[in-house]
């Protein structure tokens, strides 16, 4: 019994530890429930920045809507320019229906003036016929009265008659003749001349017929181009619709784009960092190496400007001085002459050196003298635009203010006189720009003509005076004649006013299309011009960045050149101590001597080549630079040329103005001016850039001359080396010779530098030149100058003929008042009650044709409100998706319980026969205890077995946090798609594919769903496969224990319970527990240790308690027989313990084992089989799995696994020994 204490004080201690350790994962579990209200928070912090930028969409939209009211604006507009344009094509129609009726009425006129003509040409020749007979019959008369005289006078009385009157003479009878010839010639003259004019007439009415076909086809295009304008409108509704989408789109595209242009300009930043950090360490390496070799060979040498000549004469004397002295030395001692050899050498090679470093000097200046060159003329060049940007500036407020002006007086002239011209101005103003070119040909057609009909007119009425004073008889005709003619005036007068009109608002319309074409260009050269300014400034920044690091360059150059200047006279006293040393290495070179030749041989003529080559470039670059100074000059007579071209125009437009007589022809010839002004200015601004091209060409081979002067002296200073080293090899006698040698190649260098110097001052020359061209240039600009000052004076011209032509159009619009006044009559008001009732019906059709279209705009209005407002409720069901979402996240997988609902619905119940089970675990926990006396003996094992546990949980934990970061990116992806969604809410366009997109996620999810419950049912076959394995499997060792046990013992009641053992073991069934005896109420040797004694048989609760624990006791034992590769997936009484304490647990904390259910997945590896009879009775649909719900705890304890050390017979013999 002490032992047993013993035993129950260590379970009580570890039963402590338990509670301990699950107060930790207690704490554990609120750390995790606490970072799970972070991300809670998170959460509804991103569902707070949803919002906002569902309050931004939102604003977006309300934008749109005041887009979409601008448009309908527009719309509304557009209808007024249409009804408009309806009522021009009313005017129009009246306008052709009275010259229709106009037409109709000189033709009756004309054929009652043929009838009358015809009618008096019948009665003259009547006349003249009846005056020719009654001449006839006088003459007869005459003749016969002269017979009759003579007859009697001779026979008769001597007295004649007194009443007998004298006949006419045959004077006067051929003086009538002649009258009568006369007038029958005046007659058939002026008969032709009215045929003429009928001819005339008909002229002019084919003219109006022209006119009419004319106007019928402005009309007819008049429509076509109000359909255009009704398919304009719908496809700019159109354009509406897609240019919102598009800025839609585009704005959301800009935020994600901006972000990753943020990014990449980070990354390119970085990366432009890391370059630079690495060029300046290489810099600084190089600068290390190179004072280190500085330092090392102290052969760097580096003079100024001034004391060049002066400094490397006197180190000339005193190395002279000083290799004069040693070779005495030398020859004193008798030292060999090598040494002196070696010791020129290094002299030459310093010679070298300091003219590198000369050239270097010199490169430096001449760069930074271009440098400064350039930034002149890039000073000179913003100069100039400023200047060229303050003139445009000018002439854009002068072409205002004219415009300004031009539209007062215009609008002035038409107020005051005629109201109606504004609406065929407005027009025709659309109407001109299709029809300029043709109107304008058939008007010049139409004034020709009318200036030879009015050049005939007057001649028609000089030859109607005449006739009215020669004939009397056709006054009637001439009356009737005058009276058609001032009507067919009055009509031409109407014509020729309307056609002026027309001209004149066409030119109008010319000139202000013009003047706006010139505005725009003018606004567009400004805007470019500034653009240039801000280049030109950014460049000039950038250049005086560049000047600034090149002077802080070569400042830092100069100061190290200097440094260098000291370290090398420092140099020079220890070279002279080291000379000695060198002429003793010079021995050792003497074996290479011989090697050393041939190869120097070699290069020599290597050399030589190379000059060669050299030169022949040279002469070639002198080529091209004669090839361009003929080029020069004849850009330079070109430009002379243009010069005089823009002198002789500049003449004839001053002649044009002086005669000032602005007609058609004039303003074409003025026009034809200022294309070839143009013209001209294009060839000048060609000639221009050729000579910008050559100045470039010029500096290229400028500096392509310095790179072969460069050349030549590298050429040269090899060639120095190279004949120091071939005299370095020879003797000391020929020292001398070596001497005159480099005096030579001395004197060719002086005069390569002065070929040089040639070349370098044909350069400038031709820089000069280049120069001296600018004036030129520069005349140019005064001409174009002076060119706008001429196109000024040109607009200022037609100014003064747009007063005029205002002022004419005043006159004619008043003498067409007057005209049309006098012209009225009941005939044309009745034609006009008739073509105002048949345009009344066709107005009316055009207003319900139009009512229909404002109906079908209005529809589409609606049909784009209803959109909009399903946008919206899109919008708003994407909000609460996002808010469903950020829901789901907090809940973490409610959605997935739905679709586990048979998995929930069999939790349920196991939790709620866990509920029943409760109380009686309370009552078991006693026999525990005494239970947990077999499990001393585990102690040790046991707290191995805890730390594994510990650890695997914490694997779990991990797991778990792994698969909620998992559910947290599946989140983002879900806010990703959320944010995809919002965009296809926005593109209406797009709403089809994003509704297919998440029919197709939804599909995805489905699949997804029915994966899921594939594994599930797939884990399920397996735990039932697992538990029906589990099931047949039946350790020997166990039988074999239980059937000594039930041999070994004496008592009745102890075999009956050892007999029940085997039957829970062997699966009995009700009959055979009958035929072997176990259903008859016996006490259990168990029982009386657990506390339990004889029960009667009434109490149904204990005997099915103590079941129970037979149940779990067998169980164990079953696990505990089987080998250790099946323990570790199988549980211990200890956790079946602590399952009945999590489903305590469990039952008083349902709402939060719902939550964590979602979270947290089953583990696959520590699933607890349950074969228990009684369990298998009651749900066997259920196959012993664990809640899927729990707390930790519960997960935990359920998934314990203790590996057994011992054997379970040797553990039923002490307990039974314990009985």
């Known amino acids: ?208 017929g022209e006119q009419l076909a004319e106007l019928e086809k402005r009309l007819r295009l008049s429509e076509a181009e109000k359909e255009q304008l009704q398919l304009d409108l719908q496809l700019r509704l159109q354009q509406l619709t897609v240019q919102n989408q598009e800025l839609k789109l585009h704005a959301e595209a800009e935020q994600e784009g901006h972000a990753q242009d943020l990014e990449e300009q980070l990354g390119a930043l ?293 440094i260098q200047l000291a370290k090398i006279q420092s140099q020079l006293q220890v070279e002279q101590e080291k000379l000695r040393e060198q002429l003793q290495q010079q021995e050792r070179l003497e074996q290479q001597k011989e090697l050393m030749e041939v190869d120097q041989n070699q290069q020599l003529t290597n050399i030589k080549k190379e000059l060669a080559e050299a030169t022949s470039q040279l002469f070639e670059c002198q080529e091209k630079l004669t090839v361009k100074e003929a080029l020069l000059a004849e850009i330079q007579q070109q430009l002379l040329e243009a010069s005089e071209e823009t002198t002789k125009l500049q003449e004839q437009l001053l002649n044009k103005e002086q005669q000032s007589g602005l007609s058609s022809e004039q303003t074409s010839q003025i026009q034809e001016l200022q294309e070839q002004l143009l013209t001209k200015e294009q060839e000048i601004q060609k000639n221009q850039a050729e000579l910008a091209k050559l100045q470039e060409a010029l500096q290229a081979n400028e500096e392509q001359l310095l790179t072969k002067a460069v050349e030549l002296q590298a050429m040269e200073l090899q060639l120095q080396e190279k004949e120091s080293q071939l005299q370095s090899n020879q003797a000391a006698d020929q020292s001398e010779n070596l001497q005159q040698a480099i005096d030579a190649l001395g004197q060719e260098k002086n005069e390569l530098i002065k070929a040089l110097q040639q070349k370098h001052q044909e350069n400038t020359q031709y820089y000069a030149e280049i120069q001296r061209l600018q004036p030129f240039e520069q005349q140019l600009k005064d001409l174009a100058k002076e060119r706008e000052k001429l196109q000024d004076q040109i607009a200022f011209l037609k100014e003064k003929s747009d007063i005029l032509t205002t002022n004419l159009l005043t006159e004619q619009t008043n003498q067409r008042l007057l005209q049309q006044q006098q012209a009225e009559s009941q005939e044309q008001q009745a034609s006009v009650q008739r073509d105002l009732e048949r345009l009344r019906a066709h107005l009316l059709e055009v207003e319900e044709l139009h009512t229909q279209e404002t109906v079908e705009l209005q529809r589409d209005l609606e049909e784009s409100r209803s959109r909009q407002a399903v946008l919206e409720q899109q919008v708003s069901k994407s909000s609460t998706a996002y808010t469903s979402a950020s829901i789901r996240a907090n809940q973490q997988a409610e959605t997935l319980q739905a679709q586990h609902a048979l998995l929930q619905q069999q939790r349920d119940e196991l939790l709620a026969k866990l509920g029943q089970y409760e109380d009686r675990e309370l009552k078991q926990q006693a026999a525990l205890t005494n239970l947990q006396c077999a499990l001393e003996q585990f102690q040790n094992d046991k707290d191995h077995d805890i730390e594994m546990a510990t650890q695997r949980i914490r694997r779990e934990m991990q797991t778990q946090l792994d698969r909620q970061g998992q559910l947290q990116q599946e989140m983002g992806a879900l806010q990703q798609q959320l944010a995809e969604a919002n965009q296809g809410l926005r593109a209406a366009a797009r709403l089809s594919d994003q509704l297919e997109a998440g029919q197709q996620t939804i599909a995805v999810l489905r699949d997804e769903v029915e994966s899921l419950k594939e594994a599930n049912g797939q884990l399920e076959q397996r735990l039932s496969s697992s538990e029906s394995s589990q099931t047949d499997k039946i350790d020997k060792s166990l039988i074999k224990s239980l059937l000594i046990g039930y041999v070994v013992s004496g008592h009745a009641g102890d075999k009956q319970q050892v007999l029940r053992m085997i039957s829970s073991v062997l699966d009995f069934n009700a009959q055979e527990a009958d035929k072997v005896g176990l259903n008859k109420q016996q006490s259990s040797w168990l029982g009386s240790i657990l506390g339990g004694g004889s029960v009667p048989a009434t109490s149904s609760g204990s005997s099915r308690g103590n079941d129970n624990l037979v149940q779990a006791f067998v169980q164990f034992l079953e696990q505990e027989s089987q080998p250790l590769a099946q323990l570790q997936s199988r549980p211990t009484l200890l956790s079946m ?77 002490d307990i039974l020994s314990d009985s």
């Open 1 to 208: 019994m002490q032992d047993v204490l013993e035993h129950k004080t260590q379970l009580a201690g570890q039963v402590a530890n338990l509670k301990q350790q699950q107060a930790d994962r207690l704490v554990e579990h609120e750390l995790a429930n606490a970072r799970q209200q972070k991300l809670l928070d998170e959460l509804r912090q991103s569902a707070a920045v949803a919002k906002e930028q569902q309050e931004q969409l939102q604003h977006r939209v309300e934008l749109q809507e005041a887009e979409l009211k601008r448009s309908v604006m527009e719309l509304a507009e557009m209808q007024e320019l249409l009804d408009k344009r309806g009522q021009d094509n009313a005017e129009l129609i009246e306008r052709v229906r009275l010259a229709e009726t106009e037409r109709d009425r000189l033709l009756k006129d004309l054929e009652e003036s043929r009838l009358a003509k015809e009618k008096k040409n019948s009665e003259s020749s009547s006349n003249s016929s009846s005056t020719g007979k009654h001449s006839e019959d006088e003459f007869i008369v005459v003749r016969q009265a002269d017979a009759t005289g003579s007859g009697s006078a001779s026979g008769s009385d001597p007295d004649p008659d007194p009443e007998v009157t004298s006949p006419p003479s045959k004077e006067k009878l051929r003086d009538r003749l002649v009258s009568l010839e006369s007038q029958i010639s005046e007659l058939t003259l002026t008969n032709t001349q009215m045929q003429d004019a009928q001819l005339e007439k008909q002229l002019g009415i084919n003219l109006l």
């Open 270 to 562: 970085r990366q432009e960092n890391q370059r630079l950090r690495q060029e300046l360490d290489t810099s600084i390496a190089q600068a290390k190496f190179r004072q280190a070799i500085a330092e090392e060979k102290q052969e760097i040498t580096d003079l100024d400007d001034t004391d060049t000549t002066e400094y490397g004469t006197y180190e000339l004397d005193k190395l002279r001085a000083l290799l004069q002295a040693e070779i005495e030395d030398r020859l004193g001692s008798s030292q060999p002459q090598q040494k002196l050899e070696r010791a020129w050498n290094s002299l030459s090679e310093r010679w070298h050196r300091l003219d590198i470093v000369e050239q270097r000097l010199v490169d430096v200046q001449n760069q930074q003298l271009v440098s400064e060159h350039e930034k002149k003329t890039l000073e000179a060049d913003i100069s100039q635009y400023i200047l060229q940007c303050d003139e445009l500036m000018k002439n854009n407020e002068l072409l205002l203010n004219e415009l300004d002006k031009y539209k007062r007086n215009k609008l002035e002239t038409i107020e005051e006189h005629h109201e109606e011209t504004i609406v065929q101005l407005e027009a025709q103003l659309e109407e001109a720009r299709h029809r300029l070119e043709a109107s304008l040909s058939c008007q010049q057609q139409m004034e020709t003509k009318l200036s030879s009909s009015q050049e005939k007119a007057p001649l028609e009425s000089e030859l109607l005076a005449k006739l009215e004073q020669k004939v009397q008889e056709q006054l009637q005709l001439q009356e009737q004649l005058t009276s058609v003619k001032k009507e067919l005036d009055e009509k031409t007068k109407l014509l020729e006013r309307n056609e002026e009109q027309l001209t004149k608002q066409q030119q109008q319309i010319q000139e202000d299309q013009e003047k706006l074409a010139e505005l725009s260009k003018l606004r567009e050269t400004l805007r470019r011009k500034e653009g240039d300014l801000e280049s030109l400034e950014e460049q000039l920044t950038f250049i005086k960045q560049e000047l600034e690091e090149k002077s802080n360059q070569l400042k830092t150059s100069q100061d190290q050149h200097k």
């Open 1137 to 1213: 313990s602590g399952q009945m304490d999590g489903a305590t647990t469990s039952s008083s904390s349902t709402s939060s084992a719902a939550a964590a259910a979602t979270t947290l997945s089953l583990p696959t590896n520590a699933q607890i089989p349950s074969t228990a009879p009684l369990a298998s009775q009651q749900d066997p649909a259920a196959p012993g799995t664990p809640p899927v719900g729990g707390s930790p705890q519960s997960l935990a304890m359920g998934s314990n696994e203790f590996a057994p050390s011992r054997n379970s017979s040797s553990i039923l013999k």
